[in-house]
């Protein structure tokens, strides 16, 4: 089989089950693991995969600049957004990263609801600056243009100040084993510290980025509370996150 159909086949095993293991693969296309592990190595190469131990699984979906964000998924953040807002609750604090899923969160708040909100996002903090009754704290740093959010070392101090009552954050990639991982080490850095600050994290991820990985590690799978999608909460896929002891809504 020549190189290029091999890498068909494991692009398509990797599109219908979400992971590929190299074992299992070798037998399929009838040469060595070695052979496997290094046309792996050249997907992973090519950014068509996420390169792991013993395999490989799909990279997160859907773009990462934040203009094109915002126009990609639209229905399924809203519903994401509007299941979030039950966990809103007056007179919290409240970190809010800087997805897009939890800016249509900021957008939803009620007007007579008391909130102290904290946040590196630009365009989250403008959105609540025309809400009289939530307080925006805005973490200082260096801007990240692509997703105009503030990083590093002074942001990531500001959200250690807090011990916030609840964290919404906007997911790339969700693995059971691997954890969640983003796409920019600055920007998981930020995240892994908005975790660290919160009492309940709340992640908000359509079911596409469940099950896939970057390269940059913001937290285990386990430390999350509530794992909100786009779906209902009873999906095969599901049941594995349920196991560790994470709700699913």
């Given at each position: 089989m020549l190189k290029e159909e091999r890498f068909r086949v494991i692009l398509s095993q990797l599109g219908q089950d979400h992971k590929v293991h190299l074992a299992e693969l070798s037998n399929v296309l009838k040469v060595s693991e070695d052979t496997v592990r290094r046309d792996i190595k050249e997907l992973a190469d090519q950014g068509l995969l996420k390169s792991v131990r013993g395999g490989a699984v799909p990279h997160s979906p859907g773009p990462h600049h934040f203009k094109d964000r915002v126009e990609y998924g639209n229905e399924q953040k809203r519903i994401i957004a509007n299941k979030a807002l039950r966990f809103v609750k007056d007179g919290q604090v409240a970190i809010f990263d800087g997805g897009t899923s939890?800016?249509?969160?900021?957008?939803?708040?009620?007007?007579?609801?008391?909130?102290?909100?904290?946040?590196?996002?630009?365009?989250?903090?403008?959105?609540?600056?025309?809400?009289?009754?939530?307080?925006?704290?805005?973490?200082?740093?260096?801007?990240?243009?692509?997703?105009?959010?503030?990083?590093?070392?002074?942001?990531?101090?500001?959200?250690?100040?807090?011990?916030?009552?609840?964290?919404?954050?906007?997911?790339?990639?969700?693995?059971?084993?691997?954890?969640v991982t983003g796409p920019d080490y600055e920007e998981s850095e930020v995240k892994r510290a908005m975790v660290e600050s919160s009492r309940e994290i709340i992640a908000l991820s359509t079911v596409e980025k469940l099950g896939t990985a970057e390269a940059y590690y913001v937290c285990p799978t386990n430390q999350l509370t509530t794992i909100i999608t786009d779906q209902p909460d009873n999906l095969d896929v599901f049941e594995i996150y349920k196991s560790m002891g994470i709700k699913m809504v």
């Amino acid at each position: 089989m020549l190189k290029e159909e091999r890498f068909r086949v494991i692009l398509s095993q990797l599109g219908q089950d979400h992971k590929v293991h190299l074992a299992e693969l070798s037998n399929v296309l009838k040469v060595s693991e070695d052979t496997v592990r290094r046309d792996i190595k050249e997907l992973a190469d090519q950014g068509l995969l996420k390169s792991v131990r013993g395999g490989a699984v799909p990279h997160s979906p859907g773009p990462h600049h934040f203009k094109d964000r915002v126009e990609y998924g639209n229905e399924q953040k809203r519903i994401i957004a509007n299941k979030a807002l039950r966990f809103v609750k007056d007179g919290q604090v409240a970190i809010f990263d800087g997805g897009t899923s939890a800016m249509l969160i900021a957008q939803g708040l009620p007007k007579d609801m008391h909130l102290t909100v904290v946040t590196n996002s630009f365009p989250i903090a403008s959105i609540l600056e025309e809400h009289e009754k939530v307080e925006v704290l805005f973490a200082g740093g260096r801007l990240l243009k692509n997703s105009f959010v503030t990083i590093g070392n002074e942001t990531i101090q500001y959200f250690r100040k807090f011990r916030a009552d609840i964290c919404f954050s906007g997911i790339c990639s969700i693995h059971p084993e691997l954890g969640v991982t983003g796409p920019d080490y600055e920007e998981s850095e930020v995240k892994r510290a908005m975790v660290e600050s919160s009492r309940e994290i709340i992640a908000l991820s359509t079911v596409e980025k469940l099950g896939t990985a970057e390269a940059y590690y913001v937290c285990p799978t386990n430390q999350l509370t509530t794992i909100i999608t786009d779906q209902p909460d009873n999906l095969d896929v599901f049941e594995i996150y349920k196991s560790m002891g994470i709700k699913m809504v």
